[in-house]
T-cell receptor, first 115, second 118 residues
Framework: AQSVAQPEDQVNVAEGNPLTVKCTYS??????LFWYVQYPNRGLQFLLK??????LVKGSYGFEAEFNKSQTSFHLKKPSALVSDSALYFC?????????????FGTGTRLLVSP | GAVVSQHPSWVICKSGTSVKIECRSL??????MFWYRQFPKQSLMLMAT?????????EQGVEKDKFLINHASLTLSTLTVTSAHPEDSSFYIC??????????????FGPGTRLTVL
């Protein structure tokens, strides 16, 4: 089965420190990978995606993610966390057998950045 | 930009009534829209995929007679929860993909609609 795993329910980091939110995937073929962020009672905001090309993808708000095919990972990173980055983060994969139509989401990781 | 709106943002209704939720792509054409529901502290679960001018494709376990989806134009899809019951209370989120010709693969999400059925 094709799936996305976010092994951490919550990540705590102090403001100014680097942050990493982990994501691994299990799919057939080449995946399209996405990161979204959700603030309380809001929809999801697109952060970045990997389709092909450079393994390091830069996105919105200073976030970046590295596609690692050998480790089947797509971890989200930011060099210096802000308190305002505190939110729920979802990793998602788009499936080739659906014509890259459907997104399958991980369970989400809550990021808490302390002042 | 790629802005998707939903209306209403929240709704409270009595058990047995029907509720319609609108999803609009404001600044792009969306041949495909998706409807998700999200329970508290859980991930998004895809309910159905809606293509403009054709019938929606429902995920396994989603009752199509209960969750009616209409995608009448390239900028509007509606979800109607018929004969709502308390267990239908949830956060409903739509998303839209740009028209294929624009070469875009990203889904853009609406702000969500909180449905509470009393």
């Amino acid at each position: 089965a094709q799936s996305v795993a976010q092994p951490e329910d919550q990540v705590n980091v102090a403001e100014g420190n680097p942050l990493t939110v982990k994501c691994t995937y299990s799919v057939s073929g080449n995946p399209y990978l996405f990161w979204y962020v959700q603030y309380p009672n809001r929809g999801l905001q697109f952060l970045l995606k990997y389709i092909t090309g450079d393994n390091l993808v830069k996105g919105s708000y200073g976030f970046e993610a590295e596609f690692n095919k050998s480790q089947t990972s797509f971890h989200l990173k930011k060099p210096s966390a802000l308190v305002s980055d505190s939110a729920l983060y979802f990793c998602a994969v788009s499936l080739m057998n659906t014509g890259f139509q459907k997104l399958v989401f991980g369970t989400g990781t809550r990021l808490l950045v302390s002042p | 930009g790629a802005v998707v709106s939903q209306h209403p943002s929240w709704v409270i209704c009595k058990s047995g009534t029907s509720v319609k939720i609108e999803c609009r792509s404001l600044d792009f054409q969306a041949t495909t829209m998706f409807w998700y529901r999200q329970f508290p502290k859980q991930s998004l679960m895809l309910m159905a995929t809606s293509n403009e001018g054709s019938k929606a494709t429902y995920e396994q376990g989603v009752e199509k007679d209960k969750f009616l989806i209409n995608h009448a134009s390239l900028t509007l899809s509606t979800l109607t929860v018929t004969s709502a019951h308390p267990e239908d209370s949830s956060f409903y989120i739509c998303s839209a993909k740009r028209y294929k010709g624009q070469g875009e693969d990203t889904q853009y999400f609406g702000p969500g609609t909180r449905l509470t059925v009393l």
